[in-house]
Nanobody, 118 residues
């Protein structure tokens, strides 16, 4: 099992940047594909970026070219660098183990709020 704590959110103006961190504790973190998800009020949670255990990343089209996902397995941490932020990026951002989400077994923490003003 892995405990995940998100941080780094905040209030920024459009065009600004934030770097989110997902700190993990628990066993065998480095074998899991990890994802950053976001959910705006009244909207479905969506995967915005995923990263495989070897560091290969994938992105939703809406964030490709603006967001970069990375991981530091030695620090048990996954990052999401968000640049050129837009108001539509406003959401609560969560990290999780992708396989647990796909299996319908994920438990979600508090996430970190990202608010982008125009």
């Amino acid at each position: 099992q892995v405990q995940l704590v998100e941080s780094g959110g905040g209030l920024v103006q459009a065009g600004g940047s934030l770097r989110l961190s997902c700190a993990a504790s628990g066993s065998i973190f480095n074998i899991y594909a990890m994802g950053w998800y976001r959910q705006a009020p009244g909207k479905q949670r969506e995967l915005v970026a995923g990263i495989a255990s070897d560091g290969t990343g994938n992105y939703a089209d809406s964030v490709k070219g603006r967001f970069t996902i990375s991981r530091d397995n030695a620090k048990n941490t996954v990052y999401l660098q968000m640049n050129s932020l837009k108001p539509e990026d406003t959401a609560v951002y969560y990290c999780n183990v992708i396989s647990t989400v796909v299996a319908g077994r994920a438990y979600w923490g508090q996430g970190t709020q990202v608010t982008v003003s125009s």
